[in-house]
């Protein structure tokens, strides 16, 4: 009797162990199975990430969490794909999930490097690939150059707050990623000698990984040339927009790949350093100081180069001077840059010559002149014609009269799209200061003031509420005509100044979202 219920405990337990063995080899069946699915979807979505399929990339990798959740390298893998897509916040909800589930050390490094990312603590480098994709809508912010171009110390104190300022002659704007840097204290006329700008997206629309060296060119972006290493001490791209130059950091092949590249922006650039611009000179003329001469041996040529399409207008533009005249004419004998006020300077030796006059890389006006008076000074002015093509959506506002003995001004007052404060006039309350910008928007451009007219004004930014007014300090609005130019139309629509209106004040339009309505 003992002896078999001793062979029956024997045989339970035999049982018991044969239970075990099976349910162990099924639970390692069942993980073998889980882990060689994981194994298969880490397979599939690299093969797809580098193939670039970055959405099925993403796909796979969320099926291999699903299979295994406790493994570092689907999260990484995921998260390495979504910042390929500039997903960056994406990147970081993976990471922080997978670290919770894993601790993965590596998982958090990579956290703390893309945090930095989010928080624009770093600066990622692109392949030219994703930089070829990212770069195929940029587009240059011509407004802000010209609005870097043109405000001084005063203009950017009259509409931003300043945060920070270092020293005496570094200042920094709320709102302006840039820092400002004055040669010397800055007083109210003073330009900036160089702005560091921050962020690319501030001088350019669409910059999410960078710009190849052949996107800029389609640009038509003037001079754009790469400097070498040894100029500013790392590779760099440098180019000619709207009267600065521009210098960003790039590759050795002239791509921006960076995410914050090294920018500088140095306004006023038409102005090479000689003598481009004397506040007491005559437009048309120049007041010769003794200290003025020419080096030995040598003319000086001296003059203004201004727009008669723009009322007067001058502008910084390229001056190409050639040996011979246009007949004979083969080698470029200098390049240079009008001021900011159109004026230029240069010292060649005598003989014939021919100039050419460039904006916006076209050829406005040739001219062939003779040097004969070594030691003297020679002036010669370079009057051209030219008024850039409107783009959809700009108009062009022409105000001229008469009798030209009156002097009547226009204002165009108003807000813009995004609600900001807009003003443009050449009344004489505002002296010197006849181009208005606001933020990184909308940019007003408009001829000098000047007796018996006409003034001009472009409006680059029609998205908000204008009102465009002439008046007069002297008295009645008389004989006065304004002409509406857009892009759609190739005849102005014309206002007439009433003969009955006996007021020094013409409200003649308002221009509201891309419609112009008369006033009565």
Known sequence: ??????????????????????CAAGI????????????QYITIAEKYFKDEDYENA?????????????DEEAYIGIAKTYYKMNDIASAVKY??????????????NLLNDYNDLLNGKSNATYSLNEVAKGSENVTIKQDVLAFLSTYTFSGYSGIYQMTSTSGEKEVEYEGIPAKFVYSAS?????????????????????YTTGITNEKLTEMGLFGLKQVPVETYGLPCVEFMCRGCNVIIQSDENGNIVMSKPWIVVMPDAGNDGSDNGNENDDQNGFD?????????????????????????????????????NEA???????????????????????GEYYVEVIVEDEVVLGKEFELVNVDEITKIDLPY????ELRKGEIRVVLSWEDKNANFDHILEGTDGDGNYVFCSHSPFDPGNHQHYVGDVLVIESGPEKDGGPEVVTVFDVEGYYEYTVTSSFGYIYGAKVEVYTSDSETPEVFECPDDLESDWWTVFVYENGKIKAMS
Do not use: H, W
Not at 190 to 204: A, H, L
Not at 288 to 305: H, I, M, N, Q
């Open 28 to 39: 390692f069946i069942m993980k073998n199975k889980q882990s060689t699915e994981y194994d």
């Open 1 to 22: 009797m003992s002896r078999n219920k001793n062979k029956s405990i024997i045989i339970v337990l035999v049982l018991i162990i044969i239970m075990l063995l099976v």
């Open 58 to 70: 993403i796909v796979s990798y969320k099926e291999a969490i699903k299979k295994n959740d406790k």
């Open 95 to 108: 990471l922080q999930s997978g670290y919770k589930k894993t601790n993965s050390s590596k998982i958090k």
């Open 288 to 324: 010769v100081s003794e200290d003025d001469t020419p080096e030995v041996g040598f003319c000086l040529l001296k003059g203004t180069a201004y727009n008669e399409a723009m009322s007067g207008a001058v502008s910084k533009v390229t001056l190409r001077f050639y040996y011979g």
């Open 186 to 206: 800055p007083e109210d006329s003073s330009k900036p000698q160089y702005i560091e700008v921050t962020s690319p997206e501030f001088i350019f629309d669409g």
């Open 328 to 350: 004979k004419q083969s080698m470029l004998c200098k390049e240079i840059k009008t001021g900011s006020n159109g004026k230029y300077r240069i010292e060649l030796q005598p």
């Open 385 to 388: 014609n030219y008024a850039r």
